[in-house]
T-cell receptor, first 117, second 113 residues
Framework: NAGVMQNPRHLVRRRGQEARLRCSPM?????VYWYRQLPEEGLKFMVY????????ESGMPKERFSAEFPKEGPSILRIQQVVRGDSAAYFC???????????????FGPGTRLTVL | GENVEQHPSTLSVQEGDSAVIKCTYS??????FPWYKQELGKRPQLIID?????GEKKDQRIAVTLNKTAKHFSLHITETQPEDSAVYFC????????????FGAGTTVTVRA
């Protein structure tokens, strides 16, 4: 059973460009979460999605950031018009459907390290 | 929202000694408390978790305790080994359709050989 997969692992963008980060959850998992980790800091929640639904986006910046989890394919975190402050590691996590666990053991992907020049 | 504080920020122990990391949380509705280990440049890995209906859980050399009244929980690593060197994060969530994890700032553990 493959774990959570993310690509690309490293992404370099110039200011003003767009960044697209992809996350494929573990097989059988229907919940996806995105977290951001600044250098030498903890992880900060950004958004929680289920298939075709955004459940909680309370941690997402109001502008330039968006996320989706379509019926088919991976979850996408999209950052438009990137700025240097967007440089960070972006981690995706997945968890099984609620019925299988009333608590949400979250398993993390390897992360995408975004560098904005 | 939930605020999780973690200390110490760095911890150096002699191989074979114990390491203890403590976290406090602010939201009394939180009921799930996982711990993650993150090696340099790697993904956070779930090492142990505890639910609010128990006060202690143990898995080999790792144990976690929870005091809901005081709103704090701790990670204990016994007989530390060099491979235990990593950054450890505590986290908390409410569960029940509010599954986002609120993380502590992390503890860098160094095990000296």
């Amino acid at each position: 059973n493959a774990g959570v997969m993310q690509n690309p692992r490293h992404l370099v963008r110039r200011r003003g460009q767009e960044a697209r980060l992809r996350c494929s959850p573990m097989k059988g998992h229907s919940h996806v979460y995105w977290y951001r980790q600044l250098p030498e800091e903890g992880l900060k929640f950004m958004v929680y999605l289920q298939k075709e639904n955004i459940i909680d986006e309370s941690g997402m910046p109001k502008e330039r950031f968006s996320a989706e989890f379509p019926k088919e394919g991976p979850s996408i975190l999209r950052i438009q018009q990137v700025v240097r402050g967007d440089s960070a590691a972006y981690f995706c996590a997945s968890s099984p459907p609620v019925g299988e666990s009333s608590y949400n053991e979250q398993f993390f992907g390897p992360g995408t390290r975004l560098t904005v020049l | 929202g939930e605020n999780v504080e973690q200390h110490p920020s760095t911890l150096s122990v002699q191989e074979g000694d114990s390491a203890v990391i403590k976290c406090t949380y602010s939201d009394s509705a939180s009921n799930y408390f996982p711990w993650y280990k993150q090696e340099l440049g790697k993904r956070p890995q779930l090492i142990i978790d505890i639910r609010s209906n128990v006060g202690e859980k143990k898995d080999q050399r790792i144990a976690v305790t929870l005091n809901k009244t005081a709103k704090h929980f701790s990670l204990h690593i016994t007989e530390t080994q060099p491979e235990d060197s990593a950054v450890y994060f505590c986290a908390a969530s409410r569960g029940s359709n509010d599954y986002k994890l609120s993380f502590g700032a992390g503890t860098t553990v160094t095990v000296r050989a």
